[in-house]
């Protein structure tokens, strides 16, 4: 176990919704970071959070959005959803800039997200 | 543009045989690199990463392998069982500023008792 989990589980949503996924990180990582992973690929790197802001950004557009917050825990909102954006969503955290700093991202389980 | 790439997409071995996972990978700046395995259904699980001040680097029945020459990581999995099926991943963690993960599209073992 990676001590990082993720809610929901699974979610289904119509095109034009809006949606948020949530994420709890592991203890003492100050820095997340969200994935696509679209069915037999690869994960995409979609952006990330250090210190509550965002610090790094995928070829994602600015429908996609995110909060990182002081209790470790962080959200994915996407807006406008499309059909396209069905896929498992991951979210992965470490420590950076500390001197626990790692390297090493662990990931969570993932939510499945289905756009009808 | 960046990528990492896998050379073959599936792999079917015995139980008790070695196996080997190639990946090649793109960016010459990238200074570190992490393999995952993901099981259906669950996220990525970190198996092993290396440092490109290395060429090998061992675990526990694991062993990457990095020529920074010809831009090329392979993954051993010695006595491989059939708890070992699954995607494996090759990802590039370096070169950016940030912690960026490039992935690439992953290999399919597949273990047989």
């Known amino acids: 176990e990676t001590g990082v989990t993720q809610s929901p589980t699974h979610l289904i949503k119509t095109r034009g919704q809006q949606v948020t996924l949530r994420c709890s990180s592991q203890s003492g990582h100050n820095t997340v970071s969200w994935y696509q992973q679209a069915l037999g690929q690869g994960p995409q790197f979609i952006f990330q959070y250090y210190r509550e802001e965002e610090n790094g950004r995928g070829n994602f557009p600015p429908r996609f959005s995110g909060l990182q917050f002081p209790n470790y825990s962080s959200e994915l909102n996407v807006n406008a959803l499309e059909l396209d954006d069905s896929a498992l969503y991951l979210c992965?955290?470490?420590?950076?800039?500390?001197?626990?700093?790692?390297?090493?991202?662990?990931f969570g389980p993932g939510t499945r997200l289905t756009v009808l | 543009g960046e990528s990492v790439g896998l050379h073959l997409p599936t792999l079917s071995v015995q139980e008790g045989d070695n196996s080997i996972i190639n990946c090649a990978y793109s960016?010459?700046?990238?200074?570190?690199f992490i393999w995952y395995k993901q099981e259906s259904g669950k996220g990525p699980q970190f198996i092993i990463d290396i440092r490109s001040n290395m060429d090998k680097r061992q675990g526990q029945r694991v062993t990457v392998l990095l020529n920074k020459t010809v831009k090329h990581l392979s993954l051993q999995i010695a006595a491989t069982q059939p708890g070992d099926s699954a995607v494996y991943f090759c990802?590039?963690?370096?070169?950016?500023?940030?912690?960026?993960?490039?992935f690439g599209q992953g290999t399919i073992l597949t273990v047989h008792p």
């Open positions: 960016n010459s700046a990238s200074d570190y």
């Open positions: 990802a590039d963690a370096g070169g950016t500023s940030y912690g960026k993960l490039t």
């Open positions: 992965a955290s470490r420590a950076a800039g500390t001197i626990f700093r790692t390297d090493t991202q662990y």
